[in-house]
Nanobody
Framework: QVQLVESGGGLVQAGGSLRLSCVAS????????VAWFRQAPGKEREFVAA????????GDADSVKGRFTISRDNAKNSVYLQMNSLNDMDTAVYYC???????????????????WGQGTQVTVSS
């Protein structure tokens, strides 16, 4: 099994930036596809961005395209989410997830990922 711990959340003004980190322990992260999801109050958890095991293939939700970037450093057992041009719609708890994506269409689906972190709160003030 792999354990995931997110960090880097906080309070930021609209238009600002944050960088979230997720560190894995227990097993090497390099064998897993990884993703970031988020959940706003009263809403379903939604896909944000995903990365293949090597980092060569990534995908973003339309709502964050051009503003958020997922990256990973397998040597550090870590995955990151760089978030720029934040707005109040980005306020949510952000979760890191790891699993095996068997088909491209599955990478946006929560059930694809067996391992989840505890989440980190991001609050954007307008």
């Amino acid at each position: 099994q792999v354990q995931l711990v997110e960090s880097g959340g906080g309070l930021v003004q609209a238009g600002g930036s944050l960088r979230l980190s997720c560190v894995a322990s227990g097993r090497t992260l390099s064998i897993y596809d990884v993703a970031w999801f988020r959940q706003a109050p009263g809403k379903e958890r939604e896909f944000v961005a995903a990365s293949s095991r090597s980092g060569s293939s990534t995908g973003d939700a339309d709502s964050v395209k051009g503003r958020f970037t997922i990256s990973r450093d397998n040597a550090k057992n870590s995955v990151y989410l760089q978030m720029n041009s934040l707005n109040d719609m980005d306020t949510a708890v952000y979760y890191c997830a790891a699993g095996f994506v068997l088909a491209p269409a599955m990478r946006t689906t929560r059930s694809t990922y067996a391992y989840w972190g505890q989440g980190t709160q991001v609050t954007v003030s307008s």
